[in-house]
């Protein structure tokens, strides 16, 4: 078997994944001309010319005009089937979305639209796929805590659709204690909390997600080897890090695949898993980012497989579903 089949074949979970970082240039345009949006580029070929980023900021300015052709229900299916339809053939077996509602807010574009048409897509690709999947609300960073507080309220009559909340957009300047206040009200409702940190941000944010939002994975993480107090805590409280290669590399936070940190944090018992972050922004789905960190760091089939395992551990999955798939995992990993 090939290294690609193998890695494709591989049953695993995806828990770093915006579901607005799934806008194909080609869905923009169609979805642009179908709602009358104008775009400032002529082509999809311009659109993806302007893929090139220098820092996460330079990416969410794109990834924020990108968005604006979201409007009515049936383009968030689309766009969730779009995406699902692509993770089920990399072998996930359940995906954790993120999706960033203040994006859509602020543009007038309100919850019964894009939560009905999440959920009609997450229902066909299950009953079509057999993928299952659950929905992450973040808060956006570079706006007050006390928007998220409000965006956390107007999700009050969908609660039942969203799993656990997170944090995501500009890290720098933007600390957890910020958000302390939406995560409380966010647990109170028995919602599980992830939060974005260590990406560009110091390992002190890493360490703030923890202790004052009650974050229970850390989403990239890659500064925490940084702080080897740090990387023995992770280790001893088995906190995963929800790691996205390609997204690091696009967005310079490493200048290339071979200098990533992720084998060495894998080799030191951090509860590391791969991810695709925005893929059609950094040009790979999760299984695009398997196949290059197993090339670029020389994993192994073992190490490939503890991976897959990692995000079927770290997922927020009822025991039933995790010991089935853990157990596909290794009838699979066996063969």
Do not use: W
């Amino acid at each position: 078997m090939t290294l690609d089949s193998f890695v494709r074949g591989l049953p695993k979970a995806e828990l770093h994944l915006h579901i607005e970082g799934t806008l194909e240039p080609e869905l923009m345009f169609e979805l642009s001309e179908r709602n009358q949006i104008a775009l400032p580029f002529a082509s999809v070929d311009e659109i993806r010319a302007a893929y090139e980023f220098t820092d996460l900021q330079s990416f969410l300015d794109i990834y924020y005009q990108g968005a604006a052709v979201l409007v009515h229900e049936q383009d968030f299916a689309d766009l969730m089937t779009a995406y699902l339809r692509r993770a089920a053939a990399d072998g996930v077996r359940h995906a954790e979305i993120f999706f960033d509602p203040q994006t859509h807010t602020e543009r007038g574009v309100g919850f019964p639209v894009f939560m009905k048409g999440f959920a009609s897509a997450q229902r066909d690709a299950e009953e079509a796929l057999g993928i299952t999947s659950a929905l992450i609300m973040c808060f956006l960073r570079h706006l007050p805590g006390e928007a998220a507080i409000e965006t956390f309220q107007a999700a009050g009559p969908y609660l039942q659709q969203v799993q656990a909340v997170g944090l995501d957009s500009s890290e720098v300047g933007n600390p957890p204690e910020l958000f302390v206040a939406a995560y409380q009200a966010a647990r109170d409702q028995g919602l599980r909390a992830v939060a974005h940190a260590g990406e560009e941000g110091p390992p002190s944010y890493i360490e703030g997600a923890l202790d004052v939002l009650g974050a229970e994975r850390i989403d990239h993480g890659v500064r925490a080897d940084e702080d080897d107090a740090l990387i023995e805590r992770l280790v001893a409280e088995q906190i995963p890090l929800t790691m996205c290669p390609l997204s690091n590399v696009k967005l310079r936070v490493f200048d290339t695949l071979a200098s990533h940190n992720l084998k060495r944090l894998l080799d030191r018992g951090v509860r590391v898993t791969i991810n695709s972050d925005d893929p059609a922004y950094f040009g790979g789905y999760v299984g695009d980012n398997y196949l290059a960190v197993a090339e670029a760091l020389d994993l192994s089939r073992e190490d490939l497989v503890l991976l897959a395992r990692n995000s079927l551990e770290a997922a927020f999955l009822p025991e039933e579903r995790r010991r089935q798939l853990v157990s596909e995992l290794e009838d699979y990993a066996a063969s």
